[in-house]
């Protein structure tokens, strides 16, 4: 807890108390105790304590109290709450396993206010901020008494060594790249030429020789540094950068463990200091960051106010990188900024990323075990570029190799990893079923119109438009910055709208994403999809339709009935249609390229509906064009593939709609051991009982469900069917009859 030394110094406090017949040992007392310890005596002497003249003013201090016979002083409760200070200090700092002394008890009891104690020792122009420096780093206001100068502390005695971080602050702080490059570290950096090139040239300028890597994740602006460092190693560098140190900054060790106002400061300055005439160019990844890095509440100055003077004097070469969105936090400091110059990093074409993935696979192929064929590496730079639209390239094809090598080796399977083990790694990656990234899927849409035709009848048209769409794009001769099929379906309810929708993602394998749009007749509502806007409640949660895309790209987005939301909804799907992504409310933009939106609307059904003498058939699909004209504006239909008018279903389909609602029945009957068979005769009266022009299938469904499904669920709950059987369904007349 606290050392022999310290103990010592308070029972030498209490017999200063008890002498001078005083009650209590007050902080006073502790202080001209601590005068004669020689823990704190080295700290007073360090930051320029006149000792003898400061003992003069305690003792008229201590003189002014009232004395008593045969007193037994004890400590106040300041004296107390400055000695436990000290201990909870070196708890809270990670040091509990040292021991409090003089040195720390004299910096507690600087924090003390209206301390006539403190008062003593400020009077002679020194702080609390003076002590920590010393006691944290052995900076002494007195010439000659830091640590690292002085040998013997104020006994004689041998002082602390200075820590590793002051002896070597760039060890401490930063990391050599050129030695990570001598010792073969890095991987190699291919077809960044240019960007190597222009970096060097602005190195080699006299003034603002600051180049900024800027670039998106993922493109390899790292590994631009890394490579400039292996480069001085293999000798390839200009001569101004012969036998040049390349350092990577580690701001987060530079602010670990710095708790008073001045410690980041002094540690950076250390670097900068040891950097002064050396030929070193010091890397800062994430350079925005050091805006504010360091900064308290008490004013003190940040990583980018220190580095300006160094910078501007031209002694220190510093590389940076960042991405453009980040660059605006460096862009507001116009002091900061001019001092760099910027050099653009652009994602790879996939030829480059397919020469730097050849370049690196023999080292990931080694690392677990396998090898990669020549058409693995092509597909994880073409399927990744399809698929993980979000990220960039090379950082996503590196990591679908890598993901690839990994699941082979941890199943402890070497070998060689083809395509299907590269498409099988991506549709993990990007969160779509394996079919929908293979090859062979290609071969089995040649019969989704059919596939389609099976669960929805009677509307060819609009079966042949989605089904087309879904081909163009899978071909790849759809424009690639738009969503895969933009439809809207009209017409009146119950025809299939919405089960055609279900219907695709269900072939395709794909989410299905649906939002009844009835919930947003109101303006404010925009907020609840893509997010609140700052300063409103809810601006930390994310907009239901940017988070639903975000976490399904590749899904069949289903808006259901269109028409009932608030036309300033319409709005934030127009960026969507037209460049594929949606913006939130933070400004993140949402790849919305993998998605096909269908829109469906009832607008024109109930005119339809409506009978009238001499108007054929083409006349009323005109009213329901001009319906649609009339409820969409025209940016938003012009922005459309397709709108597919869906008929009303004839009586001949519904008897394809009733097979349908029979077979599901019969497949939860066969669930619970029942085999269901219903003859021609009762399913025609079941599609005559259903059938209505205006309302679809859905009476038909509610038909089923009151002449089959009630007394079929009497029987197995109740009945003969209560542990299985088969049931026959007849028609008597216009009844149904069950054997």
């Known amino acids: 807890m606290i050392s022999e030394r310290l103990q010592a110094t308070l029972q030498r406090a209490v017999d200063l108390a008890r002498e001078a017949g005083h009650e209590y040992v007050t902080q006073e007392h502790l202080l001209l105790a601590l005068l004669d310890d020689l823990d704190a005596q080295e700290v007073l002497l360090a930051v320029g304590v006149n000792i003898p003249r400061l003992q003069g003013t305690l003792e008229d201090a201590l003189a002014g109290f009232e004395g008593v016979e045969d007193a037994e002083p004890d400590f106040t409760l300041g004296v107390h709450r400055v000695v436990q200070g000290a201990v909870l200090q070196l708890h809270a700092s990670g040091k ?13 009891l600087l924090e003390e206010e209206d301390s006539p104690a403190r008062a003593a020792v400020e009077a002679q122009g020194v702080t609390r901020l003076d002590v920590l420096s010393y006691l944290s780093h052995g900076a002494a206001r007195v010439a000659g008494r830091s640590r690292e100068k002085r040998g013997a502390g104020a006994d004689g005695g041998a002082l602390p060594e200075a820590g590793p971080d002051e002896a070597d602050p760039l060890g401490a702080y930063a990391s050599d790249l050129t030695a990570q ?13 240019a960007e190597l090139t222009r970096m060097v040239h602005v190195l080699a300028r006299r003034t603002k020789n600051n180049p900024v890597l800027v670039g998106e994740p993922g493109v390899g602006k790292t590994a631009l540094a890394e490579g400039l460092a292996q480069r001085v190693v293999d000798g390839q560098a200009p001569g101004f950068l012969k036998g040049a140190s390349v350092y990577a900054l580690n701001l987060g060790a530079l602010l670990a463990g710095t708790r008073y106002r001045g410690d980041f400061e002094q540690r950076l300055g250390a670097v900068l200091a040891a950097l002064e005439g050396q030929n070193a160019v010091l890397f800062i990844d ?12 008490g004013g003190s100055v940040d990583a980018a106010n220190l580095l300006k003077p160094a910078l501007a004097r031209g002694g ?12 605006r936090h460096l862009e507001k400091d116009r002091a900061l900024w001019r001092r760099f110059q910027t050099v653009e990093v652009p994602e790879p074409s996939e030829e480059d990323a397919l020469a730097i993935l050849r370049g690196l696979e023999g080292r990931y192929a080694e690392h677990h075990g396998v090898s990669f064929t020549p058409d693995a590496l092509e597909a994880a730079v073409r399927l990744s570029v399809r698929h993980l639209r979000d990220r960039f390239l090379p950082d996503k094809a590196i990591d679908v190799l890598d993901e690839a090598g990994a699941a082979r080796s941890s199943a402890g399977r070497g070998g060689v990893l083809g395509v299907p083990d590269i498409e099988a790694t991506v549709a993990r990656m990007a969160r779509v079923p394996v079919g929908a990234v293979r090859a062979e899927e290609v071969t089995s849409l040649a019969t989704l119109a059919d596939d389609l035709r099976r669960r929805v009848y009677g509307q060819d048209a609009a079966v042949d438009a989605v089904a087309g769409a879904v081909k163009l794009a899978r071909a790849g001769l759809r424009d690639p910055q738009k969503p895969q099929g933009m439809f809207l379906f009209a017409g009146p309810t119950g025809v299939g709208k919405t089960e055609l929708a279900r219907a695709l993602a269900d072939r395709l394998g794909i989410h299905l994403a649906r939002f009844d749009m009835s919930e947003y007749q109101e303006a404010h509502t ?10 409103y409640v809810g601006f930390d949660q994310g907009g239901l339709l940017t988070d639903a895309v975000a976490k399904n790209p590749h899904a069949v987005l289903l808006l259901d009935e269109i028409e009932k939301a608030h036309p300033d909804v319409y709005n934030i799907f127009l960026q969507l249609m037209d460049h594929g992504t949606l913006t939130d409310h933070a400004g993140k933009k949402v790849d919305g390229r993998g998605l096909i939106l269908i829109f469906t609307t009832n607008a024109g059904a109930a005119d339809a509906s409506r009978p009238a003498l001499g108007f054929s058939r083409e006349g009323r699909s005109g009213e329901e064009a001009e319906a649609v004209k009339r409820t969409f504006s025209p940016e938003f239909r012009n922005r459309l593939d397709a709108v597919i008018h869906f008929r009303p279903l004839s009586r001949g389909v519904m008897g ?4 349908k ?25 079941l599609a005559e009982l259903g059938y209505d022009p205006l309302l679809g299938a859905r009476p038909l469904a509610r038909v089923i469900e009151h002449q089959l499904g009630r007394p079929l669920a009497e029987a197995v709950l109740f009945g003969r069917l209560q542990g299985g059987g088969s049931v026959q369904v007849r028609r008597e007349g216009r009844e149904l009859t069950f054997d």
Request: aromatic share 2%.
């Open 526 to 535: 925009v907020a609840r999809l893509i997010g609140a806007p700052p300063g």
């Open 286 to 297: 994430e350079l925005h960051t050091i805006v504010g890095a360091g900064a308290t509440e």
């Open 96 to 108: 509990a396993h040292e021991q409090a002394d003089g040195g720390r008890v004299l910096a507690e």
């Open 316 to 327: 220190l070469r510093v590389l940076g990188a960042t991405t453009p969105a980040e660059l």
């Open 181 to 193: 490059a001598r010792a073969g570290e890095f991987d190699p950096v291919i077809g960044r030429e």
């Open 656 to 659: 394809s709609v009733v097979d």
């Open 661 to 685: 609602f029979i077979r599901r029945l019969a497949a939860q009957l066969a669930e619970r051991n029942v085999q269901l068979e219903v003859s021609g005769e009762a399913r025609e009266l």
